[in-house]
């Protein structure tokens, strides 16, 4: 059974970083783009960044593009989100997800594959 197993949550202070793992389970990993999504309270699931099966291609919403990064390790089956300057509005849960393509989070509704099971990220301001 394929597993996206997320880690590295945690309170931060805003203005600080915390960095995000996501380990997959099974070959799913090679052959999925990988991404982050993110729920907040009473808000729904939105679109966080995106990365390409090689990890030759990375996209990213705009409320965090220049200060999140996504990036994966083939060799590790792990996904990663660093990110910095974090501010009190990117307090949510954050979902990996594993999908056919950057084009399949991006699309409403989102067109994943699976779902880990989701990590708290909250900011203190």
């Known amino acids: 059974q394929v597993q996206l197993v997320e880690s590295g949550g945690g309170l931060v202070q805003a203005g600080g970083s915390l960095r995000l793992s996501c380990a997959a389970s099974g070959s799913i990993f090679s052959s999925n783009a990988m991404g982050w999504f993110r729920q907040a309270p009473g808000k729904e699931r939105e679109f966080v960044a995106a990365?390409?099966?090689?990890?030759?291609?990375?996209y990213a919403a705009g409320s965090v593009k220049g200060r999140f990064t996504i990036s994966r390790d083939n060799a590790r089956d792990t996904v990663y989100l660093q990110m910095n300057t974090l501010k009190p509005e990117d307090t949510a849960v954050y979902y990996c997800?594993?999908?056919?393509?950057?084009?399949?989070?991006?699309?409403?509704?989102?067109?994943?594959?699976?779902w880990g099971q989701g990590t708290q990220v909250t900011v203190s301001s």
């Open positions: 990365v390409s099966r090689s990890g030759g291609i990375t």
């Open positions: 997800a594993a999908a056919g393509g950057i084009s399949h989070m991006t699309s409403t509704p989102p067109r994943t594959n699976y």
